[in-house]
């Protein structure tokens, strides 16, 4: 046995040393093994994960672009405009209730909604949270002077949509509004953020991609817990709050990115012509489209009611916005003049007319009789013609100059609804124009498959094209509806020989034009009877067209009135004026000239306006007059003729 100084051994001592030597050396490897995988082989990764930690990404927005009329008036620009915001991070929790209800008494916020989002906010405290927008100078002067003893409270300067005009053109300019769900998932990669005002119609819509532009950055250092807030000084440049909640020193850790402004937008829009067609309009309901023939650019889309659209994106007007969205009738949302269909009436005849000749179903020496009414084969039915006492023998020129009926009644079932058909989606009716706008309507040429398509649940007879439908739809009527913008382009492709022309209104998109449609023949014959229509003639009678006339100018044009209800509704009143609105005929009138540079095609559209010899011609006048600035002699205006 050991004696009573020596120290004892315990058995297995020596194993177990051995044992915490080995797990030691174990522990060490892993630990050198974990130190060069963290520092050595993903030593990219986490210096870029720490410099997300060290540096904040602060967004710089940018201008909206610029759009420009043809003579280079700026429709729609930016200015600079002041938010009202909080930042929630900055503002002790113990003094939020405070803060929020001294907020609301300086610029009328509600405190509860404040707080509300600000508990929203909670996972993300140093949030701009925007309070109001686009601030007067009394609201900016308030919270400049209190923001001292309103922590969180501040203002950040920011581009500001500007429309100019107010509301001339504002239908085609279109409006903003922020950003929704759908947009943001399809635009996120091409830097949209929540809270961003993206093109909501009209041409900001069309072209949001151009007008956008790319937004800048600042990257700068925070410290600890701290987050830089971005502020700007009362010209909108951009500066960082200096110091975070904790009292830690903010700096900017590169020059900023700048933002770069969105691109500017020319238009063939005449600034003056489309106010001009906007003024005629005042009043009426209804669309003016003013196109040049030879490229399809357009002059003048007037629509009335129209709107403002910078009710959208400036202070106040909560009551007219929430007009405007609600859909009252007339929508002043709506542009009339590509997004509303109406049956074409006797403008249709040129269609006919053109077709027939094209086809060689007609020549311009070809006569009907006209005795005022028309009757199918073995029919007791009959058709009348506007003008009760008949036209006697017709010829085509006279039928376009006096809109006879029963001329392209029977010119209608020689051509057939097949061909009727062709000729009208050739000339741009019944389909897309292919305008660069969002929205436009395609309207409808009736045929054979659309009545089997329409009524596929009904009888066979039902389903049938009958030679009555044909004689509806040489007239316009039936089931036909096209926009005015339709009928612009039909009329284009008569002034400018026979091509069909795709409208648009940016300059950069420019023209599309067909090759020629029509024989040279056939566009003299139809040009001949559509300016007998307007010009003075041998007395009597004047066309249906003569208020438009305008001496030493070669204008060619076409009256129509489009009936909404059947005649037999209007037998019940004594007089025209004591037909109800509602159910009065639209008035149409189609025009062009010939010898004048820029060639304009024209296309007036007055809703329940009776008669285009009235109601839409004597307009055509005056927008001829104003954009080629020639006025004929003061003479008395003519009484307006007579139309179907």
Known sequence: MPGRNEPQRYEGVESRVQMIGVGLTLAMAVLWAQFWWLQVVNLDEFTRMADQNRVSQKRLAADRGVICAAGGEILADNRACADAVFVPGECPRERLEEVAGKIGELIGVDPAWLLKRVEDHRGAPFTQIPLKRDLTRADFVRVEERQHALPGLSTVVRPQRRYHYGETAGQLLGFLGEINDTELSAWREEGYKLGDLVGKDGLEKQYEKLL?????????????????????????????ARRDTRGHLLDVEAPPVRPKSGGALHLTLDLGLQRKCEELLRGEVGAIVALDADTGGVLAMASSPGYDPGVFVTRGHNEERAELLSGKKPNRMTNRAFREVYPPGSVFKIVLAAAALEEGLATAKTTHFCP???????????????????????????????????????????????????????????????LDLPGEASGLIPDREWK?????????????????????????????????????????????GGRRVRPFMARETGPLVSEPMFSEATVETVRAGLRRC?????????????AAFLPG??????????????????????TEEDIPW????????????????????????????????????????????????????????????AEE
Not at 553 to 574: P, R, W
């Open 452 to 496: 089997q398509r329409v009524f596929a649940d009904k009888q066979e007879w039902d389903r049938k094209w009958y030679n009555g439908d044909t004689v509806n739809l040489s007239i316009g009527q039936g089931s036909a509806c096209t926009t005015p913008l339709q009928n612009a382009v039909m009329m284009a492709c008569i002034v400018n």
């Open 553 to 574: 100018f070669d204008i060619i044009g076409k009256t129509g009135s489009a009936q909404v209800m059947s005649l037999a509704h209007h037998e019940q009143y004594a």
């Open 372 to 434: 005022g009414r028309f009757a199918l084969e073995g029919a007791s039915r009959y058709w009348h013609c506007w003008k009760r006492s008949g036209h006697g023998t017709t010829s085509v020129d006279e039928a376009l100059a006096f809109s006879c009926d029963v001329y392209f009644y029977n010119v209608g079932l020689k051509l057939g609804v097949d061909k009727i058909a062709k000729w009208s989606h050739a000339m741009g009716l019944g389909e897309a124009t292919g």
């Open 534 to 546: 307007v010009e003075d003639g041998p007395p009597p009678p004047t066309g249906t067209g003569h």
């Open 582 to 641: 509602h159910m009065r005929d639209h008035a149409w009138f189609v025009a062009g000239v010939l010898d004048r540079e820029p060639r304009v095609a024209l296309c007036i559209l007055i809703e329940h306006g009776h008669h285009g010899s009235s109601a839409a011609a004597p307009h055509a006048k005056e927008v001829i007059s104003y954009f080629y600035g020639e006025r004929g002699p003061e003479t008395p205006a003519p009484a307006p003729a």
């Open 212 to 240: 956008h532009g790319q937004d800048g950055y600042m990257l700068v250092t925070k410290y600890a817990s701290g987050q830089p807030q971005l502020r700007t000084d009362r010209t909108g440049r951009p500066y960082i």
